[in-house]
């Protein structure tokens, strides 16, 4: 019984051993195989991709382009523009973009401001709240006229990263080269805004009458300027071939401006002036006669159609742009 109980021991213990050399044997093939590959194998201090194709590096672009502006409260823009860069990496270009907001079109909001005609009551028999002529809008037909535009747009110079770049694949079938880049530079836009105008004659010492010339024209009367501010975005870049691609890009460019063409911020400065009676949080587009206090209860204001009136506005695009790669020939790496 003892000698069975000693063999079945040594045969324990055999067993042990080998398993403790096998398991010795593998961790050190393994990392001896991991050593050999990261110092003698064929991929060591190899670049990440052989022969790839630098689509931007020692190129220029140009690219005509359009767009449309997003979010707009009256009116919308399309916008036709060229952007011209010059990459002097894969990664960094530098260039410059020029826009023109060439056609206008008044948005929902507008056309319900120049069609509408009242509330009806009875059966559509009579209407009520019809619309009156006042300071902010002499005219109802005339609504988009005094509305604020966009017109020519600089973006100059203009700094283009690209930190991405790769293959899409369409459907798992058709594989495309693109990248994502990001833009940013100062920006000169030019905006057509209402004509400062101010509903108190100070010659004649009377508020204007609402059917007076001076305030119909005033509804027409147009000044142009240029907005100072910075233009920035993102864009997906599709390459055709080796020199032609489509872009899709947002553009933003935030300022303030008056859109409405009407009196939005001038009550709190204004009021009381030229003998007007104080009106602290009264509407500011009440207009009041300087002869006398006004009665009991009685808002009074003075209406200024000015810088005063402009508020701020995140002003966006989209931008669809087709480009050509000059040399038409790209580098290849090594």
Same mark, same amino acid.
């Given at each position: 019984m003892d000698n069975q109980n000693s063999r079945k021991g040594t045969r324990d213990m055999k067993r042990w051993v080998g398993a403790v050399s096998v398991a010795a044997v593998l961790a050190t093939s393994s990392v001896?195989?991991?050593?050999?590959?990261?110092?003698?194998?064929?991929?060591?201090?190899?670049?990440s991709c052989r022969h790839c194709v630098q689509y931007r590096a020692g190129r220029a672009m140009l690219s005509p382009s359009f767009g449309i502006?997003?979010?707009? @409260?009256? #009116?919308r823009s399309m916008i036709f523009g060229l952007q011209g860069a010059y990459h002097f990496t894969d990664i960094i270009g530098l260039g410059a973009y020029v826009g023109y907001a060439a056609v206008q079109i008044p948005t929902a909001l507008s056309s319900a401001a120049?069609?509408?005609a009242g509330l009806s009551r009875d059966g559509g028999m009579t209407t009520t709240n019809t619309f009156q002529p006042t300071y902010n809008v002499p005219n109802q037909a005339s609504f988009t006229q005094q509305i604020g535009s966009l017109g020519l747009m600089i973006g100059a110079p203009q700094l283009t990263l690209t930190p991405l770049r790769g293959k899409l694949a369409l459907f798992q079938n058709v594989f495309m080269d693109a990248d994502v880049y990001l833009f940013a530079s100062p920006a000169f836009i030019m905006v057509t805004e209402r004509r400062d105008f101010d509903a108190?004659?100070?010659n004649s010492g009377s508020v204007l009458?609402? @059917?007076? #010339?001076?305030?119909?024209d005033s509804q027409t009367n147009r000044a142009t300027?240029?907005?100072?501010?910075?233009?920035f975005g993102a864009g997906l870049n599709f390459y055709i071939n080796r020199f032609l691609s489509l872009s899709f890009e947002y553009r933003a460019y935030?300022?303030?401006w008056n859109t409405s063409g009407t009196d939005e911020n001038t009550t709190a400065s204004t009021?009381?002036?030229?003998g007007m009676a104080s009106c602290s949080g009264s509407p500011d587009y009440l207009v009041r006669p300087t002869s006398g206090a006004p009665a009991t209860g009685e808002a009074g204001g003075r209406l200024i159609i000015d810088s005063n009136d402009r508020t701020f506005r995140w002003n966006q695009m989209i931008n669809f742009s087709f480009n050509i790669f000059l040399p038409t020939a790209p580098r290849v790496g090594d």
């Open positions: 001896a195989g991991a050593q050999e590959v990261q110092i003698r194998g064929p991929l060591a201090n190899a670049a502006s997003l979010q707009d @409260d009256f #009116q120049q069609s509408y108190f004659d100070v009458g609402l @059917d007076s #010339q001076a305030v119909r300027r240029f907005a100072i501010t910075g233009m935030p300022f303030a009021c009381g002036a030229n």
